[in-house]
Nanobody, 118 residues
Framework: QVQFVESGGGLVQPGGSLRLSCAASKSISSMFALGWYRRAPGNQPDLVAVITGAGRTNYPDSVKGRFTISRDNAKNTVYLQMNSLKPEDTAVYYC????????????WGQGTQVTVSS
């Protein structure tokens, strides 16, 4: 069972940047993929960034060009660099392992709140 601890969220003005971190309790090097999700109040979680074991990345159009996911296997940590933030990016952000079924694991962390507001 893996545990994820997200950090780095906060309040930022529109156009600002944040870097989120996600520390895993065990090695991430063998994981099929890792993803960052976000959940706004009343909504289902949305996948906003994926990085595979080979380092390939993918993003939905809503964040493409603004968000960058990366991983440091030595530190068992995944990052999400978020630039040009918009109010609609406001949500709780989570990271999780993405299994070879393309679904996330059942082990979610507490998440980190990102609020974009002037």
């Amino acid at each position: 069972q893996v545990q994820f601890v997200e950090s780095g969220g906060g309040l930022v003005q529109p156009g600002g940047s944040l870097r989120l971190s996600c520390a895993a309790s065990k090695s991430i090097s063998s994981m099929f993929a890792l993803g960052w999700y976000r959940r706004a109040p009343g909504n289902q979680p949305d996948l906003v960034a994926v990085i595979t074991g080979a380092g390939r990345t993918n993003y939905p159009d809503s964040v493409k060009g603004r968000f960058t996911i990366s991983r440091d296997n030595a530190k068992n940590t995944v990052y999400l660099q978020m630039n040009s933030l918009k109010p609609e990016d406001t949500a709780v952000y989570y990271c999780n392992e993405i299994l070879d079924t393309y679904y996330p694991s059942d082990y979610w962390g507490q998440g980190t709140q990102v609020t974009v507001s002037s």
